[in-house]
């Protein structure tokens, strides 16, 4: 797996290398540091990346860094969309906001275009970060969500981890007899892809199917199980495409008071050529 690890190297910016050190990496994990610096404060740059290696630990992988230019957001966002690209990305892992004199480079607004506009799955870490203990995958039946469920498995899993499983059913004016059909396929449903997730060396807690909200449902179930992360899948489309993120994810991205990680689809040829 390829990061990209965008920091400030302020205290917040630097959840998302906390978070990366308390995993069991392999040795062929390369994670790429990116801090961009502002052209009235280049020595920041240094100290930031100096922090960002600090915060990681004892890493197994390989660790490269780089600083960008950009002194305005577009600028900022564009410098982290283009790393990633380049560097051929898999995931983007950035805190959820900053309080350096770069404060800007982690504002709603920067983090907020990155998840919508990058082609690759998004990592938005918020305090505080300890061992991973409870994740919780909303699991809507789509293709995205077992994307999401197979990158946990292959790429980003802690072995003390209990997963749980959420599939919200809107319910707003609905027949009951349309709910109760709805309710049963989200079960099966659910069973499958906790099998699915046992196969793959995971624990598996609750499987849940309330009725209401997606994203509020998701959330619920995150604060009584004690969730360190909360995971969904979109569609991750590119070019006049990309800024459907999703609602569900994008008001978890924004909401949600633990980490979040929104794991994209890889588009396929026939929609990169159609871009």
């Not at 938005?124 to 789509?142: F, Q």
């Not at 909360?230 to 800024?243: E, K, R, Y």
Request: glycine share 10%; proline share 5%.
């Amino acid at each position: 797996m390829r990061v990209l690890l965008a920091t400030d190297g302020s205290e917040r910016a630097l959840t998302a290398a906390r978070f990366l050190s308390g995993f069991p990496h392999r040795r062929e994990v390369y994670v790429h540091i990116l801090t961009v610096a502002d052209s009235e404060r280049p020595s920041e740059a240094s100290a930031a990346l100096t922090a960002a290696k600090a915060a990681l630990g004892e890493f197994a992988g390989h660790i490269t860094t780089a600083v960008g230019r950009g002194d305005s957001a577009s600028g900022i966002v564009g410098t982290i969309l283009d790393t990633a690209d380049y560097t051929d990305a898999d995931l983007i892992a950035l805190g959820a906001s900053g309080k350096s004199a770069l404060a800007r480079f982690f504002l709603g607004s920067i983090a907020e275009a990155v998840s919508r506009y990058a082609e690759q799955s998004i990592l938005l870490t918020r305090p505080p970060v300890g061992p991973l203990r409870s994740v919780v995958l909303g699991a809507d039946g789509s293709e995205e969500a077992g994307n999401a469920l197979r990158f946990l498995i292959s790429e980003l899993w802690h072995p003390s981890a209990v997963l749980h499983l959420v599939r919200a059913i809107p319910s707003g004016g609905r027949p009951p007899e349309e709910l109760s059909r709805e309710t049963d396929a989200a079960k099966t449903c659910l069973a499958e892809m906790a099998e699915t997730a046992r196969a793959g060396g995971l624990t598996v807690g609750v499987c849940e199917t309330p009725l209401g909200n997606p994203a509020m449902e998701i959330l619920r179930v995150a604060e009584e199980q004690g969730a360190g992360l909360i995971v969904v899948g979109s569609q991750g489309l590119t070019g006049v495409d990309a800024f459907r993120l999703g609602s569900v994810a994008e008001r978890l991205l924004r909401h949600a008071p633990m980490s979040v990680l929104v794991v994209k689809r890889i588009p396929t040829l026939s929609e990169l050529a159609a871009v």
